[in-house]
């Protein structure tokens, strides 16, 4: 355990005007908040804030940082209260430790639920003050540090678990790739200790059979530098158990096909050294193809600068060379710690500044709940990158498997609101092309576009996700509300009584809901009956006898006028299909057929054909149907959108016969969306075809065009 004088003589090695008497006055105060508290190794639970300060302060962090390390689990642990450190410590560092404190006074559903809170709180804390993060990193390595000491296996694994999902992910965030890698390091022996010793034993097979070619490298290379005029300090990197695991995952090989298990660092004095330095290694040895990235001239998120080069250097070894200046290597070493400035009290407190935590605010802003934000953030995190343009250069950073819908959310929130199309190095692609580095991306926006809830199948990005995720949920949650109220309305006229939201209001606690609205949600949504609110609103009326329930039977004979009736019907002109109303893909439903309705329980209602035979699955379920119509006053389609008709087509087995079943469908402003061939015979092919029309009529001549042509053998429309 680092003793009292020890840990003020390592601050005062990088810091010598620091503040001697509060780091005693918080180092005595900790140590008596914490009494005889045990950890799970048998020490004193005090030896952890104290190693949590020692790390801290190999990044030569400010004092107020360290004095946070040493109290930051008094309020959560102890008896000590905020108002005691702000009195004692000052308001900074009581608003330091209360970001790093977790929130265990709260009752949470699930384990994963805490996790998710807990982040939650941490990403607004960091946004105030990264300090907090920095020291959050630290003291989460050292509990890795002792990890072993816990005994239930469940919880070390959760514990290690997190630490690979979250904490290691931050620190490479903030650029603290060592700090990482140690985090990861130690996750890897917890979660997957035979892999580990695997590669382990191998690297130490390697270590011993190359320590002399590794000093070889470097002294040929510094000496090839050194001729020609470049003074570089050369060191050897070895890559990490689970690095190396990673990689051999990724790329699907084994240990002994990986090339940089052994990279080495070239640093220079300037950066036009690294160029310089690139061309003379270049020069000498033969390039391995694919292996160069030049992120001095697009630095990684994370403010990581270098050139990486593949090479088949001395003895023909394959090699990784890392080149970059001094200042480059500290950052790629420390991170943000790198830029602290502690004389200046401290140049990097505020971390809204950095642009990849501006985007977990924003994702914060617009999930659901916790655990939304936490998969959100996951995605937005937790992946390689692709580096992107703007048409006017700008640099956009996107995860691996970015398509122009995350470019587009990524340059604003409106931009991929309105995104309705997207150039890809100058030629129009589908929105969900998979971009590249150094595809130049333009999009191209509309202001009657809105975000399509199909976009979500292959988005990549956290950002877009939950942009489109919070647009499907309200407009969901309006959809649900709308139809519920014409539930509602149509109900209560049958009774002959007027629906009104007073008399909604006075029943809403009888169904558990915050509004009317939200009752009117619940209706529409199919979680509350309509019939079970008017009974709750009008106690007196009766439950109407079976015998008045066959109105809602499939039969073609009952409510032969019901659809078009006016009052009767429900209206879903207004609703998206996919959100309140869905269309039933059995019987494909097209404005102009005769429908009927089926409530499902969080679905709303789902519309089919009148004939279609899958309503003989709830012939014994009355209550679940509704008259529901297209409203053809308003000109008989549906809010104006194309429709899928499915037609079954019997062709000719000739050259040509498809060429002219598609003319004819296009020629007739269809357009096709899906083709199967469910039957190959000798002379014909029997197919269904799905295609985009407006409305029954447009199908129906559709397949009148079609029976007009030689190569069709029969057309009709598909059911079932």
């Not at 050292?142 to 931050?170: C, S, V």
């Not at 002994?256 to 330095?277: G, H, N, P, W």
Request: charged fraction near 25%; aromatic fraction near 6%.
């Amino acid at each position: 355990m680092i003793r009292q004088f020890e840990l003020v003589d390592m601050i005062k090695a990088y810091d010598p005007n620091v503040d001697e008497d509060s780091l005693n006055r918080a180092y005595v105060f900790a140590m008596k908040a914490h009494g005889a508290q045990k950890r799970a190794s048998g020490d004193p639970y005090f030896s952890h804030p104290i190693e949590v300060a020692g790390i801290l302060t190999n990044y030569k962090v400010d004092s107020a940082t360290i004095i946070t390390a040493l109290l930051h689990d008094t309020i959560e642990d102890t008896d000590v209260t905020h108002e005691e450190i702000t009195e004692l410590f000052g308001d900074e560092v009581a608003r330091l430790v209360e970001g790093v404190t977790k929130l265990t006074r709260i009752e949470f559903q699930s384990d994963q639920a805490k996790q998710a809170e807990n982040f939650r709180k941490l990403v607004l804390a960091m946004s105030q003050d990264i300090r907090v993060l920095l020291v959050k990193l630290a003291d989460r390595l050292h509990n890795m540090q002792t990890l072993h000491f816990i005994k239930n296996d469940d919880k070390r694994r959760r514990i290690a678990t997190e630490t690979m999902d979250i904490y290691a992910p931050l620190a490479e965030r903030i650029g603290m790739q060592g700090l990482k890698a140690e985090l990861e390091d130690l996750a890897f022996a917890e979660l997957n200790p035979e892999a580990r010793r695997s590669i382990t034993r191998r690297l130490d097979f390697l270590r011993e059979r190359g320590e002399d070619l590794v000093q070889k490298v470097i002294s040929e290379l510094t000496v090839l530098l050194a001729e020609n005029g470049i003074e570089a300090e050369i060191s050897g990197r070895e890559k990490t158990p689970y690095s190396i695991w990673r990689k051999m995952q990724k790329y699907e090989v084994g240990f002994e096909q990986l090339s940089d298990i052994m990279a080495f660092r070239v640093v220079v004095k300037t950066i036009d050294d690294c160029y310089k330095s690139l061309g003379i290694a270049h020069s000498a040895y033969p390039v391995v193809p694919l292996r160069f990235k030049d992120y001095i001239s697009t630095p990684k998120p994370n403010g990581y600068r270098s050139i990486h080069t593949g090479v088949f250097g001395p003895e023909r070894q394959r090699i990784e060379l890392q080149i970059r200046t001094e200042e480059m290597h500290e950052i790629a070493e420390s991170g943000v710690a790198a830029h602290w400035n502690y004389k200046q009290g401290g140049a990097l407190k505020d971390g809204k500044q950095y642009k990849w935590l501006r985007e977990l605010l924003d994702i914060l802003e617009h999930a659901a709940g916790p655990e939304e934000f936490l998969e959100h953030t996951k995605l937005e995190m937790f992946q390689d990158q692709v580096f992107c343009f703007s048409p006017r250069g700008d640099l956009i950073n996107l995860p691996t498997g970015a398509t122009p819908v995350d470019f587009a959310y990524a340059v604003h929130s409106e931009v991929g609101d309105r995104c309705v199309g997207a150039k890809i190095n100058g030629r129009m692609m589908p929105l969900r092309s998979q971009l590249r580095n150094g595809d130049q991306v333009e999009i191209i926006t509309s202001k009657a576009q809105t975000p399509s809830p199909t976009w979500e199948r292959f988005v990549v990005s956290g950002k877009a996700r939950a942009r489109i995720r919070r647009f499907v949920r309200f407009q969901e949650r309006e959809q649900y509300e709308k139809l519920g109220r014409s539930m509602l309305r149509r109900v209560f006229k049958d009774e002959k009584y007027e629906l009104a939201d007073k008399g909604l209001a006075g029943v809403i606690k009888i169904f558990h809901q915050p509004t009317v609205a939200d009752l009117c949600a619940q209706v529409g949504s199919g979680h509350i009956g309509a019939r079970d609110v008017l009974e709750a609103v009008y106690p007196g009326v009766r439950k109407k006898p079976n015998t008045d329930d066959k109105k809602h039977l499939p039969a073609n004979t009952t409510r032969q006028k019901s659809n078009n009736d006016d009052g009767e019907a429900i209206s879903i002109k207004g609703l998206i299909p996919g959100m309140a109303m869905h269309l039933a893909g059995c019987c494909h439903p097209l404005p102009g057929d005769r429908i009927v309705g089926i409530v499902t329980t969080g679905r709303g209602v789902t519309i089919h054909t009148i004939d279609c035979e899958t309503l003989g699955t709830y012939h014994d379920q009355p209550e679940r149907w509704m008259d529901v119509s297209w409203d053809d006053r308003s000109g008989g389609g549906l809010n104006n959108h194309s429709q899928v008709g499915r037609i079954f087509v019997s062709v000719a087995n000739v050259p040509g016969a498809l060429g002219d079943l598609s003319t004819v469908i296009a020629k007739n402003n269809g357009n096709i969306s899906n083709l199967k061939i469910t039957n190959r015979a000798g002379d014909f092919y029997d197919m269904l075809i799905d295609v985009e029309v407006q409305n029954v009529k447009h199908l129906t001549d559709v397949i009148a065009a079609l029976r007009a042509s030689p190569m069709t053998h029969a057309v009709d429309r598909a059911r079932g």
